[in-house]
């Protein structure tokens, strides 16, 4: 049967398709801004847990996930879809699914607990929410990042498409820190007002977390609605029988290297990537993790702080989203990561040679918004390049990139958790400045690191380089852009700028 390969100048996607592809992470999003900002004040300052059990619970969150995403990235590329879902959306709805159900347990109190109750028994009690919650959220961001390689084929295109995609983040960011910041200060009127987090806020997390959870749900309707999944071609990855043949007298076309999730493991490029994006991760995570704590425990501000701080860093990085297109044209991908870099660095330094004092605190917001949505978007941008025409195993890739990041997360903040100088808050000068050290060091010492794997991507380009040894029956319906190898066994090697 004749193959059609796709024209190089595939039509750009419509706005519609490009929107309603972007609300498919919304639910994602929004539920990682309440994970990382709120819930180690959830558990410690809300619920009374200690710093060990909060951020073992943490911990176990991101194994779970770092877990999960490599296993089930590597499932999503073996799947031929279900029903009329592809084999990314099928995956999409069954995490949706998951985190629907367990994610507003994980921000209420322990329904069986009492005054009485060990904090090792509460520990067993959210354990499996968050699992599910976990699992859940791992399926949804595969596939959904694997679905921009297969959406758009140029490099301008994924970019766009990256960026509305982190537009929408930064929204459902805005969402959430927005509403906190409302369901705090309705708070205001009630006669056990605080002016720190307690035991009296216990509503306010369980009502964001529900009112997340039901708009979550409506923006995954509108992605499933309007996102059109390209078929998967039944012939790209038969089962090989012992009748099978192994050649073909007269292949319909130049044979195409297909790259096996195997493969990647033996790429230089993958690593390089891998590292980038996990020091990346770990910047925007960290700081989104221990910022809250910083507010309240380091320069003593009021809770609602822990909302208006948030909601600036994520106005800044939606304005800074749109400009991703027009930067990486001009000055390419490398350099617009260093530029991003810069502004986390200036952060950083500003953070450990001063301390911030009235509407200071709202320009260091700004700095670290827009340094974390410059270096995020370019970093997904340079995994979504490093595949290139390599779909058929993309989930994979963005899967084992996700493992490095939740792994080196959870280790992180409990490593930091251990740190803490004293058993309670602010029972000492050294609690008062524990968290602002945290925030210089998962910034700027990270961005360091960052800047140091970037140089070496700039000396070494990114390339792929692998055996052709490729037969038509196995190989992919597209054409890689850059070339292809003979049969017989010579590498490809096409390089990412």
């Known amino acids: ?191 056990d007002h605080m ?32 996102t059109k999944e390209k078929p998967y071609p039944p012939g790209v990855l038969p089962e090989i029988e012992e009748s ?25 490029s993958f690593y390089q990537v891998a590292v980038l994006y996990m020091a990346t991760r770990l910047i925007v995570n960290l700081s989104q993790t221990y910022i809250a704590m910083y507010l309240t425990n380091s320069l003593l501000l009021s809770k609602q702080y822990i909302a208006t701080i948030p909601l600036v860093m994520y106005v800044s990085g939606f304005l800074s989203s749109f400009l991703m297109k027009p930067v990486n044209k001009w000055i390419g991908r490398n350099l617009t990561y260093f530029v991003g870099i810069l502004v986390v660095l200036a952060f950083a330094s500003w953070v450990a040679l001063a301390r911030p004092v009235g509407n200071e605190i709202y320009g260091l917001a700004v700095l670290l918004g827009a340094g974390s949505a410059t270096i995020l978007v370019t970093s997904l941008s340079m995994t979504a390049d490093l595949i290139g025409t390599n779909t058929h195993s993309s989930a994979f890739v963005y899967g084992a990139m996700s493992f490095t990041d939740k792994m080196a997360n959870g280790l992180a903040v409990m490593m930091i958790q251990n740190l803490h100088p004293c058993p309670t808050e602010l029972c000492c000068p050294a609690c008062v400045g524990f968290y602002r050290w945290v925030m210089v060091l998962v910034t700027g010492g990270i961005a ?26 196995l190989s992919s319906a597209r054409t890689p852009e850059n070339g292809i190898g003979s049969a017989e066994g010579e590498s490809q090697s096409s390089t990412i700028n």
Not at 116 to 137: D, E, V
Request: glycine letters at 8%.
């Open 244 to 268: 099978t043949p192994l050649l073909h007298k007269e292949p319909p076309g130049p044979p195409r290297p297909l790259l096996l999730w195997k493969d990647w493991l033996l790429e230089p």
């Open 1 to 191: 049967m004749a193959e059609h390969p796709q024209s190089p100048a595939a039509p750009a996607l419509p706005l519609r398709a490009r929107l309603s592809f972007a609300c498919g992470h919304f639910l994602n999003d929004a539920c990682s801004a309440l994970w990382f900002t709120y819930l180690l004040p959830f558990l410690h300052a809300v619920l009374g847990y200690g710093h060990g059990a909060a951020g073992g619970l943490l911990l176990a969150g991101q194994a779970a996930d770092g877990l999960c995403t490599p296993l089930l990235g590597f499932e999503a590329d073996r799947a031929h879809g279900c029903g009329r879902c592809g084999r990314r959306k099928g995956w999409h709805l069954a995490g949706t699914t998951c985190v629907l159900v367990s994610f507003p347990f994980v921000f209420s109190p322990c329904l069986a607990c009492r005054d009485s109750t060990p904090q090792w028994a509460a520990f067993i009690y959210y354990l499996p929410f968050i699992i599910i919650f976990q699992f859940g959220w791992a399926a949804t961001q595969v596939s959904h990042l694997a679905l921009i390689p297969e959406l758009v084929s140029s490099d301008h295109g994924k970019v766009e498409l990256t960026a509305f995609r982190y537009a929408f983040t930064v929204m459902a960011n805005i969402t959430v820190y927005g509403l906190t910041w409302l369901l705090l200060n309705f708070q205001m009127d009630q006669p």
């Open 448 to 473: 360091i690191a960052a800047v140091a794997m970037l140089c070496c991507i700039m000396v070494w380009p990114i390339q792929i380089r692998y055996r052709s040894v490729s037969l038509p029956g």
């Open 195 to 226: 002016e720190h987090l307690g035991p009296q806020d216990i509503p306010v997390f369980r009502n964001l977390a529900l009112i997340v959870v039901g708009l979550g749900a409506v923006f995954s309707l509108i992605f499933h609605l309007g």
